[in-house]
C-alpha cells in the first residue's frame, strides 16, 4: 500500500489538500508528523471554507480523509527510544512518520513536504523502471541532473560551486528494465536549488519535459525530501540526520543513501516534475547561511564515503548506513550523538546494531 509522509506546523495547506485527493484516487495514506508549534489536530476542512480548493469532504471515497496525524506527544508515545532521543523543533522529527508508515506495512513511502503540490504528470511509481535515459558508471563523478532537463543556468541544492558549470555528460538509451528503490522527482515553480541561485535569480522556474534519467552507480547528485519514492530494500536509507545543519540534513541523507545502493549494484532515478511547489516563506540570508557548511563540506563527504568499505546484498543495507555514519563521525562531519540516533533508528526498524 502507498504511504505519503510529511511533517508540518500548519493547517493543511491548499498543497496537502491536492495530495489527499490524489491518495483517494489510489487508495493511498497520508502519515503527519507535528512538532511543538503544532498544528494541535489535521482535520479535513469543512467543505464549505474549502470548497473552492477542495472536494475533499464530499469524495465517494470510503476513506475520504486518509490521514494520520501524530502530535509531538504522540509521538513521544510511540514504541521506539528514537522518538524520545530526537530534538524537538527539528524537521528529522519525520523519521518517526517513515517509521508509522513502515510499521503500518507500506510497500511504498512517497515522502514530500506541505507546499508541494501534484501536478498532472504526478503518478504512482514502480520500483522497476522500464523507460528511461541512462547516465553510465563512473568513478565519484558529479551529475547537475536539472541541466537534463533544463538549458538554463540552475542547480539543485547540494551541488558544490565549482561543479555548476561543467559540461553535461551524454546520456546512452536503457538496454533492460532498471530496479530502483529511490526515485526523485523535480519541481516546478520553486525549484529544489540553493539560496545563492535564490538570492542571485530568483523567480518562478518550471523544467523542460523529459525521460527520466537514471544515475548509475559512482555519479553523485544530491537530492531532496520534497517529492522523492522510496521502496522497502531502501527504507533503512530514509533517516534524516539531526546534527547537522537543516538545509544540509535531506541533503547529506541523500549522500549516504546514493553509496549504499551501489552496494547493490542500484542507482537513483530522476523524473521530470510532478509536484508545483507554492514555497512556504524562507529567510534567503538565513539559508545561506544554513548551506555553509554544504558548500565547504559536500565534496568531502562524498569522498569520505565513497572510500568506506561496505558490504554487498540487501541483508547488508542498515549495517552500511551504520558504516557510513560511523565513517562520517570519525571525521567530524556529525558529532558522536548523531550516532546514537542512527543506532536507535536501526533497532526501530526491527535491526540489531
Known sequence: ?????ITTIQKPTTSVLGLVQKLNEVGGRLIVAGDKKGPASYEAPSSESHHSKSNIQNSSSPNPWPVEFFSLEDQLAMPFELAKMLPVGHYARKNLAYLAAIQQGATCIYETDD????NENWVVRSEEVEQCRVLSSAENRWV???????????WPRGLPLDEIRKPVVELVPMSAPKRAPIQQGLVNGSADVDAIWRLVMDREFFFEPGASVYLEPGNWCPFNTQTTWWWPVAYPLLYIPSYCSFRMCDIWKS????RCLWELDMGIVFHAPEVYQDRNVHDLMRDFRD???GYDKNREICEILAGVELK????AVSENLLTCYEALVAKDIFPSKELELVKAWVEALGFKS
Open 1 to 5: 500500500m502507498l504511504y505519503s509522509v
Open 115 to 118: 507546499d508541494n503540490a501534484p
Open 144 to 154: 547537475n541532473m536539472y541541466r537534463y532537463f533544463s538549458t538554463e543556468n540552475v
Open 255 to 258: 549522500f549516504v543513501a546514493q
Open 291 to 293: 548551506e555553509i557548511p
Open 312 to 315: 554487498k546484498g540487501e541483508l
